[in-house]
């Protein structure tokens, strides 16, 4: 079965202090790893789609990378507004389905 | 306003009642899926329907029910309910490319 492992947890950062969240999965025969955003309350909201290894994407401050077992989602210069869940999910197999990992909370501070 | 519209918003009702939910996809979305959000399990797939028929079951209980109409809204159906099923319910709709989807903003359902 698909299996999508997120860290940390928890993540507490200063405005403008960069760091990356890693999102760990297997899967049989990747179709696409999704990075969405969660405020509280709401639904998760698109951020990107890696079909390959290697593949990178932008988006402001976020950047997506992916490799054969792990991804990355770069957070650079991070702002308060950046605050959220950041949910990373996985689409093998048959088509359709999505396996959503844990989330990652991420707080930026003033 | 992501284009997917999920009514009602809240509910509250009793353990044993039945209720549904209901899911307007995104223009030109075949494709409806539904998914659970409880604390302490993430976002849980229950089940997805492409232009009217059933294309894939996740860890969806008996209980539990869904369709797509003609017009390809969608409704989730949840009988003999309990209090461990309270949670956030959000439908998401894609065009079938494949491409991700787009969710609703979600319905918070209490069992009290």
């Known amino acids: 079965e698909d299996q999508v492992t997120q860290s940390p947890e928890a993540l507490r950062l200063q405005e403008g202090e960069s760091s990356s969240l890693n999102c760990s999965y297997t899967v049989s025969g990747l179709r696409g790893l999704f990075w969405y955003r969660q405020d509280p309350g709401k639904g998760p909201e698109f951020l990107f789609t890696l079909y390959s290894a290697g593949e990178e994407k932008e988006k402001e401050r976020l950047k997506a990378t992916l490799t054969k077992k792990e991804s990355f989602l770069h957070i650079t210069a991070p702002k308060p507004e950046d605050s959220a869940t950041y949910l990373c999910?996985?689409?093998?197999?048959?088509?359709?389905?999505?396996?959503f990992g844990a989330g990652t909370q991420v707080v930026v501070t003033p | 306003d992501s284009g997917v519209t999920q009514t009602p918003k809240h509910l509250i009702t009793a353990t044993g009642q039945r209720v549904t939910l209901r899911c307007s996809p995104r223009s030109g979305d075949l494709s409806v899926y539904w998914y659970q959000q409880s604390l302490d399990q993430g976002l849980q797939f229950l089940i997805q329907y492409y232009n009217g028929e059933e294309r894939a079951k996740g860890n969806i209980l008996e209980r539990f029910s869904a369709q797509q109409f003609p017009d390809l809204h969608s409704e989730l159906n949840l009988s003999s309910l309990e209090l461990g099923d309270s949670a956030l319910y959000f439908c998401?709709?894609?065009?079938?490319?494949?491409?991700?989807?787009?969710f609703g903003s979600g319905t918070r359902l209490t069992v009290v």
């Open positions: 999910a996985v689409q093998g197999g048959f088509w359709g389905k999505l396996q």
């Open positions: 998401a709709s894609s065009d079938g490319t494949g491409d991700g989807y787009t």
